[in-house]
Structure formats: structure tokens, C-alpha cells
């Protein structure tokens, strides 16, 4: 079996809004075909224009080599060996960022492909297979506006929402200011247990409430300053409190108070990863299947994330191609008891609505394990070329 053509496909939503801090309305889906009538389809959450080049660009030196030209003839099922080989080869320009991010929809695409050769889903192929009988989900919410009542009502109301369609956990976005405030919100850190208290009063006490901050607190004094009010709001992790290279700030939130740290949803490869777990001394790991570097690099930093007796909890932001892989790599990992979700009912994302012809099930909180070969999806090529037609508009839309 040999790769014989790549396809990307750069997708925007057609009502992105750039003050959105929401990554669910771009999307690259990487189509990998083989001379046997296979194809393998994978995902990643970055720019997708940036993803696109990474994996199109033409080789220009042996240090310097293309990702597209390097997969071409190879055996689709050698999948350690050709991880290995991109990263090798595109070192100069790669070994973080959005190289290893692409890689990250290739190792995917390839994934499937084994399992439909095989005729077996992806986790019953992946680190000894399946540990588990099914995967939870938690809900994933963030309501799309710019007022701090209106947020706080929404997401409230949002999560009540989940917990009556049967998910039992959900976490609130809570980016009210920092560098990645959402739609213009701009309010004192301690209005975040505002918001926090509003949750957990619609949700009650017997659902798990996780909270991600988008890394607003400048430094770890101020966020334990804020965080010691949160105490009766039970939360089962606080996610990115602070800027991705602060690891001694990490490590300090872990060690001075008692709500596991979560982090992991922007790195890249099992070395990022190292030096989180081992400087940042975080409870909760959270790679991400496509920016980590695949389901292959997942697996890597889960077995590292197992030795060490942590949690895993994937990040996961994007439509249902990123959520079968995560339902396939939670699957084999007892230590993964949950991975986020971004439900289709309580997202305003038409990309996560629309992309699969039949979105991933949750049966009574619940994802049964998929049975159908590889990944188990099927995109939807009539919206898939419209939201490809979106972002034609919007290139030509930008003046530099
Ligand atoms: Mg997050």
C-alpha cells in the first residue's frame, strides 16, 4: 500500500468573528489517499492558511524538507516510522509549532487509514487497545457575547442545558479579560466567581465543574489571590491560569492550593510535555490530538502522564473528526476520564455543526466505543466546499 496524493482543505466558518476567542471556526482537514482506494482523513486546531503551507511547502534543503513530498510512496501503515521521518526532516523548520500541529492531522489521517485496512476501529490498534467500555464526555461552553451579564446568564443557562442532555461534567470558559478576553469582556479577576458561582448554582453540587481561564492571570500571586474565594464552588480543575511559558508559575499554583492545574492544549510533542509535568508539576495533562503531533505523540504523552500517576484530559476544541480521535485515544487510557466536548446544540460553530455527515453519539452521558473501521467518520463534501468557499472570501477580502 503506498500514499499517492495529499488534499488540504482550509475551512472558515462563514460567521467568524475575529474577537471570538473561539479556534472552532477555522479548520484544516488533511485527506490522505492511497493506491489501494483508501483514505484517511485528520485535523488540526491552528491556522489553517499556516498548516496548509507547512504541509505543501516544496522541499528546499535536507534539513528543510517537505512534509507533502516526503509522504508520497511511503506505506501508510509504517506510522511510527513516518512520524519520525517528518519531524527529521522538517527540523530546521519544525520540532515545535505549527509543523508538528500539521504533522498532527497527518499522523491522524493516517491512523484511519490503518484501521480501515485493518477493518478495525483506531483505539482497538492503539497502546494494547481498549481499556475501557465507553469514553465521557464533559461539555465544553462558552456563549458568544461581548456583555459580562449577558455571559454569566448564557453560560449558566448553557450549562443547565448540558446537564439536562445528560453530560456530567461541563466547564466554563471564563475569559473575562487578559490577552485573550473573549468578545471585548473586560472585568476584574474577581468577577470570575461570579460567573463560577452562577454555574454551579444552575448545575447543582453533583456535577463536575471544570473552569479554563485562557490564561488571563499575568503571574501566579495573582492568581492564587483570586482563586482562594473559589473554595465552595468545588472545581474539579483550573485550566491555563497563565501564560504557556511560566513554568515556575505552574509550579507554584500546583504546590500553594488545592485545585488541580490543567494544562497542556497548546504544546507540541511528548518534549513540551516533559517539561510542563516535570517543571510545571501540573495535575492534569491535556494534549490536544492534532497540535500534540497526532494520535501517535497523544499516546507518547499519555504513557508519559502514566508513570507519573497523573490525569488526561484532552483538549479538544474542534468538529467531530478531532472528537473521534479523542473518543479512540481516551478509549485505551483508564487514566482519561473525560475529553472535552464541544456539543453541536451549545456551540454557535456551524463548522462543528455541519463538517460529518453524522456527528459522534453520547447515549445517556456517555460515547459508546465506535465499532466502525478506522476513525469511524464521514465528511460531508457539500458543506465542507462551502465552508472552503468562506475562506476564499475572506483571503480575498484582506488588504496589507
Ligand atoms: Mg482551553
Redesign the pocket.
Known amino acids: 500500500m503506498r500514499i499517492t496524493s495529499i488534499d488540504c482543505f482550509v475551512l472558515l466558518d462563514p460567521k467568524m468573528n475575529k474577537s471570538a476567542t473561539s479556534s472552532a471556526q477555522d479548520d484544516i482537514v488533511v485527506l490522505i489517499h492511497t493506491d489501494e482506494g483508501i483514505t484517511g482523513i485528520g485535523e488540526t486546531d491552528v491556522n489553517p492558511w499556516m498548516a496548509r503551507a507547512c504541509i505543501m511547502a516544496p522541499s528546499t534543503h535536507t534539513m528543510g524538507m517537505s512534509l507533502a513530498e516526503m509522504l508520497i510512496g511511503e506505506n501508510p501503515l509504517d506510522i511510527e516510522r513516518i512520524w519520525q521521518k517528518l519531524y527529521e526532516g522538517s527540523a530546521m523548520n519544525g520540532r515545535r509549532g505549527v509543523v508538528i500541529n500539521a504533522m498532527g492531522a497527518i499522523d491522524i489521517a493516517l491512523h484511519d487509514i490503518r484501521g480501515k485496512k485493518l477493518g478495525k476501529p483506531c483505539h482497538e490498534l492503539l497502546m494494547d487497545g481498549p481499556k475501557k467500555k465507553f469514553v465521557t464526555p464533559y461539555a465544553s461552553l462558552q456563549p458568544e457575547t461581548g456583555s459580562f451579564e449577558g455571559y454569566k446568564t448564557s453560560l449558566a443557562a448553557w450549562a443547565k442545558k448540558a446537564k439536562e442532555m445528560g453530560y456530567k461534567a461541563g466547564k466554563a470558559e471564563c475569559t473575562l479579560s487578559g490577552p485573550y478576553a473573549h468578545m471585548g469582556l473586560n472585568e476584574p479577576f474577581h468577577r470570575m466567581a461570579e460567573v463560577i458561582e452562577a454555574v454551579r448554582k444552575a448545575v447543582g453540587d453533583d456535577f463536575t465543574l471544570m473552569v ?1 481561564a ?1 490564561y488571563a492571570f499575568p503571574d501566579a500571586k495573582t492568581c492564587l489571590a483570586t482563586i482562594k474565594d473559589w473554595k465552595d464552588f468545588n472545581v474539579y480543575f483550573l ?2 491560569p497563565l501564560p504557556s511559558d511560566d513554568l515556575e508559575g505552574y509550579r507554584i499554583l500546583s504546590e500553594e492550593q488545592d485545585i488541580p492545574i490543567a494544562a497542556g ?1 497548546w504544546l507540541c510533542t511528548r518534549y513540551e510535555f516533559q517539561h510542563l509535568i516535570e517543571l510545571g508539576k501540573i495535575g492534569v495533562v491535556q494534549p490536544d490530538m492534532g497540535r500534540v503531533g497526532g494520535l501517535s505523540e497523544a499516546c507518547k504523552v499519555a504513557a508519559m502522564a502514566n508513570e507519573k500517576g497523573l490525569t488526561i484530559v484532552p ?1 479538544l476544541w474542534k468538529t467531530g473528526i478531532s472528537i473521534a480521535a479523542a473518543t479512540h485515544f481516551s478509549a485505551v487510557n483508564p487514566a482519561c476520564p473525560f475529553i472535552e466536548f464541544l456539543p453541536s446544540d451549545l456551540c454557535e460553530s456551524t463548522l462543528r455543526k455541519e463538517l460529518l455527515k453524522e456527528d459522534i453519539k453520547m447515549v445517556n452521558g456517555v460515547i459508546p466505543l465506535p465499532t466502525k473501521p478506522g476513525l469511524g467518520i464521514e465528511i460531508d463534501f457539500d458543506a465542507l466546499k462551502s465552508f472552503e468557499k468562506a475562506a476564499d472570501a475572506a483571503v480575498k477580502n484582506i488588504r496589507i
Open positions: 479554563d485562557q485550566e491555563t492544549e483538549h
